[in-house]
């Protein structure tokens, strides 16, 4: 939500790029406004100088696996630029992200707060994505511990 979107993004372009992502999900996110953007951009491109600035399109994170859901209320502030779309290429999954405009209803003492991460979290939108998440196919936890303990078990018996 909000800078911690900024801060997961750089953590999964700079960082943590050997962590796999399911779903990336930014709520409310800054990521689209010029100042955030012309800095990633300055970031991602420091060695390439012929390219026109406006041409340029920053990186998806390459570790996002399946899905990138940018969610933004339209009466959100702080996501300015709640397209994000069109300013990140695909990464080589075919992952970039996908706008999804909510309706954030928070409010608190009569005064609304499209930006509040509650807001956010309690859209129909945000419990879609987790429930899809969550009823999706996987290996259960016994499944991958007896994996692990084969692939160790393995790795001693040769």
Do not use: C
């Not at 050997?18 to 800095?39: E, Y």
């Not at 992200?97 to 309706?103: E, H, L, R, T």
């Not at 879609?128 to 078990?153: G, N, Q, T, Y």
């Amino acid at each position: 939500h909000s800078m911690g979107s900024i801060i997961a993004y750089d953590v999964l372009t700079d960082v943590a790029s050997d962590v796999n992502i399911h779903t990336f999900m930014t709520l409310g996110s800054p990521l689209g406004s010029p100042a955030v953007m012309k800095k990633m951009l300055a970031e991602q491109y420091a060695e390439q100088t012929n390219d026109s600035e406006s041409e340029k399109k920053l990186a998806t994170p390459e570790n996002i696996k399946k899905n990138w859901l940018n969610l933004s209320d339209l009466n959100d502030n702080v996501a300015l630029n709640y397209d994000l779309a069109d300013d990140f290429e695909p990464n080589s999954h075919g992952v970039g992200p996908k706008d999804v405009i909510v309706n954030n209803d928070y409010e608190y003492e009569g005064k609304k707060n499209p930006h509040k991460s509650y807001g956010y979290l309690r859209t129909p939108e945000v419990a879609e994505v987790i429930h899809e998440f969550l009823a999706e196919e996987r290996p259960s936890l016994a499944d991958i511990l007896r994996d692990s303990w084969e692939r160790f078990i393995a790795l001693f018996s040769r």
